[in-house]
């Protein structure tokens, strides 16, 4: 088993602000960076830690050192994001953008960056200080043009396979991503390698970590998006081995409601959930389809109770009461079929309106990439894959296992509950029929067990049961 380093227990006591111990964690993980005698670097960022922010200010301090980096993101929508952080922060700054040979293949706004190049050919972009592209159009790179330094991004949801194809074209990295969020997503079947030091289908981090296992690890100690109410849940029962806090405290945040509640549970729950950042709305116990009617329209009913309320949020940030919007507001599914349902009901609430997702997945599916398409600002519905990396101010979740038989791996997984419980900075609310710790409880782990895997992730059984059991207090029943 492999863990992340974290600070000294004497460091960590004396460092009581949040604000000092991220800044003392970000200056050790950039002076392991910059040591020329150090293979390659490893952190691990919880939701909201500035793992961004992390990439962008490492990648500026190894271009003013005069080394040249190539940025691997997962998805297109990644690099577009990096690239342009990277051009706001430093404007002078040349940052190449390598994408692919397809029309619309960037985001236009790229091209208001005087200093940022964009092409479809590596050769274009020679001498630049900075190129950023997919692991999938890096894999396209020919192994002799090689960069000195790499940062892999979002690296624990990269395969390993997809590493050793763009191996060559570096000597030394930064690998930064979240250990709770989803895994790394193989259509093809890798039970064959499973526990093996080569598995294709394992992440880029684990993979990194079995053939090297003394390089440098470190964490980001504090979470900038979690309130006090959720950090120590989503830390406890998803980062048992990188733990973290909440930056901020208990009074920092507040969300109320300027409209009078109706007496409803759907109010109810509201007004929980607005007090102690968190609300379970439980529907009657009962076997269901997946787009369960009931539970569908509950989450539908909380999210135009939440708007028709007119809510409010304060925060530290400290710009004043900020009304409660469409665009602050996401709800997040296990399946995309369940996702087109709330869509419907939401109607022009919801971004892109009616018909803007794609239905009818089936369990082992995966997406990645921005949601909704069309549309004007609303409220984003869409599965937890496509909400990872994304924040909003309240987030309403139908919980994987509601009205369900049986217990799948793909539902216990406990990346999908992680990105569902922590994309809020205020309030999360969560619809969920009755009788899942028995469920739980009824059926066993069925897939076989794989000697020499590790997770950095707990079991799907605690993890679902830790959620439950703090859920258990902010509990409104639907009659």
């Known amino acids: 088993m492999t863990a992340s380093v974290h600070l000294p227990r004497q460091a960590e006591a004396a460092v009581g602000d949040p604000g000092a111990a991220a800044a003392l964690a970000t200056e050790r993980i950039l002076a392991d960076t910059l040591d020329e005698s150090v293979p390659g670097v490893v952190v691990d960022s919880p939701p909201g830690a500035g793992k961004s922010t992390l990439v962008v200010r490492a990648a500026r301090e190894l271009a003013a050192a005069g080394r040249p ?37 960037y985001d236009p706004a790229l091209d208001r960056h005087p200093a940022v190049r964009t092409s479809a050919k590596s050769a274009d972009l020679a001498g630049m200080d900075i190129v950023v592209s997919t692991a999938a159009k890096w894999a396209w790179v020919k192994p ?11 690296a624990y949801q990269m395969r390993s396979d997809a590493l050793l194809a763009v191996a060559g074209l570096f000597e030394r990295a930064l690998f930064v991503g979240d250990p709770g969020q ?27 970590l079995a053939h090297n296992p003394g390089l440098p690890q470190h964490r980001l100690p504090v979470s900038w998006r979690l309130p006090a109410s959720a950090a120590p849940l989503v830390s406890e029962a998803f980062y048992p081995y990188t733990p973290f806090r909440s930056g901020t ?40 389809p997946r787009t369960d009617p009931e539970a569908v329209a509950a989450v539908a009913a909380l999210v135009r109770r939440l ?57 082992g599916d995966r997406e990645s990439g921005e949601s909704g ?35 799948t791996e793909f539902h216990l997984e406990t990346g999908r509950l992680c990105v569902l419980t922590s994309r809020h900075r205020h309030a999360c609310l969560v619809v969920c029929r009755a ?44 009659r």
């Open 249 to 288: 405290g208990p009074g920092d945040r507040s969300l109320e409601f300027t409209g009078p509640a109706d007496g409803s549970a759907v109010d109810e729950v509201l007004d929980v959930a607005a007090a102690s950042g968190w609300g379970l709305l439980e529907l009657p116990a009962a076997r269901t």
């Open 435 to 478: 009788g899942v710790p028995e469920l739980l409880d009824d059926h066993p782990a069925t897939e076989p067990a794989r000697l020499g895997t590790w997770s950095p992730a707990p079991d799907g059984w605690e993890a679902h049961q830790a959620v439950l059991a703090r859920l258990a207090g902010h509990t409104v029943r639907l």
């Open 307 to 363: 708007l028709e309320r007119e809510g409010v949020t304060r925060s530290e940030r400290g710009d004043g009461p900020a009304p409660l919007t469409a665009d602050r507001v996401a709800v997040g599914t296990a399946h995309r079929d369940q996702a087109a349902a709330v869509r419907a009901a939401l109607g022009p609430l919801a971004e892109g309106g009616p018909g803007a997702g794609r239905s009818g997945d089936h369990e």
């Open 373 to 407: 398409e069309g549309g004007g600002p609303g409220v984003t519905v869409d599965t937890a894959n496509r909400l990872q990396g994304r924040e909003f101010d309240v987030t309403v979740m139908l919980h994987p296992l509601s009205g369900r038989p049986d217990a």
């Open 144 to 154: 002799g043009e090689q960069w000195r330094c790499a940062i892999v991004d979002e």
């Open 182 to 208: 989803l895994d790394p997503f193989s259509q093809a079947d890798a039970t064959q390698w499973a526990g093996q030091a080569h598995d294709p289908a394992a992440s880029a981090v684990s993979t990194l």
């Open 69 to 105: 980096l190539m940025v691997i993101a997962q998805t297109n929508a990644q690099v577009d994001d990096l690239v342009d952080r990277l051009a706001s922060a430093d404007p002078d700054l040349p940052v190449g953008r390598l994408h692919s040979s397809d029309a619309h293949a």
